[in-house]
C-alpha cells in the first residue's frame, strides 16, 4: 500500500471488521485530512512485520485507532510519519474504549505538528519490549501524549530522546490520564527534551 492519496481517511488502508496485515509495507501514503498510514475503523485489527513509514495527513500521519476497536501491534516500525496540522505523528486513539498492545515495535521520527509526536493515548495501551525514540511534538508530549482517562502501561521498554516543544519531552500525562512505568521489567525514559515526563508517578523530570 503506497503512495496513495485521499481527501479524508484511510489513505493507505481503511480497515473495519476482523482485519489482519502481515509482512507488509505501509508507505507515502497521504490524507489531506483524517488519517495518512492506517485506520482501524470498527472491530478488531492485528499488524505484524509491518512498517508504516513517510505518510502524512492533517490530523494523524501514522496509525489511527478509532472509537471501541481493538488493535494489535507486533513487530512493527511507524517511522517518519507526519501530522502536518494537528496532534499525532505516529499512533493515535480517538476517546473512547480503544484497546491498543504494541509489542517487540518501534516508534521512531514521527512528528506532530501540535501533540503528540509519537503516541496519543486516550484508551488502553499497553507497550512491551518497544522502542519509542526521536519523536517531535510541536507543543506537549514528544514520546508519548497520554490524556482523557487513558491508561499507558509500559514494560520492558524504552522512551527515549524524544523531543517536545514546551513539556513532556518523553511521556506527557493530563486530565486524569495514568502511567504505570513498569522499571523492574527494564522500562526506562531518558534523554527527552525539554524533560522526561509531566505529571508521571516515578518519572524523574
Do not use: W
Not at 27 to 33: C, I, L, M, R, T
Not at 97 to 118: H, L
Request: aromatic letters at 4%; proline letters at 1%.
Amino acid at each position: 500500500m503506497r503512495t496513495n492519496t485521499t481527501g479524508f481517511v484511510g489513505a493507505g488502508v481503511f480497515g473495519a471488521g476482523e482485519v489482519q496485515i502481515d509482512s507488509s509495507t505501509i508507505n507515502a501514503n497521504h490524507a489531506s485530512f483524517g488519517t495518512g498510514g492506517l485506520i482501524m475503523f470498527i472491530g478488531i485489527g492485528t499488524v505484524t512485520d509491518t512498517a508504516i513509514t513517510n505518510n502524512t495527513a492533517m490530523e494523524v500521519g501514522g496509525i489511527l485507532a478509532n472509537l471501541d476497536t481493538q488493535l494489535t501491534l507486533k513487530s512493527v516500525t511507524v517511522a517518519e510519519n507526519v501530522a502536518t496540522a494537528s496532534l499525532v505523528g505516529g499512533l493515535g486513539m480517538n476517546p473512547g474504549s480503544s484497546v491498543v498492545v504494541v509489542e517487540n515495535s518501534t516508534i521512531k521520527n514521527n512528528t506532530a505538528d501540535t501533540d503528540a509526536g509519537g503516541i496519543y493515548n486516550t484508551g488502553s495501551l499497553v507497550l512491551r519490549r518497544t522502542k519509542v525514540t526521536g519523536n517531535q511534538a510541536g507543543d506537549e508530549g514528544g514520546g508519548i501524549h497520554n490524556t482523557f482517562g487513558g491508561a499507558a502501561r509500559l514494560f520492558d521498554t524504552k522512551v527515549v530522546e524524544n523531543i517536545a516543544a514546551t513539556d513532556g519531552g518523553g511521556i506527557f500525562n493530563v486530565f486524569n490520564g495514568t502511567v504505570e512505568l513498569n522499571t523492574a521489567t527494564g522500562t526506562i525514559v531518558v534523554k527527552n527534551r525539554p524533560n522526561n515526563c509531566s505529571g508521571v508517578p516515578g518519572c524523574a523530570g
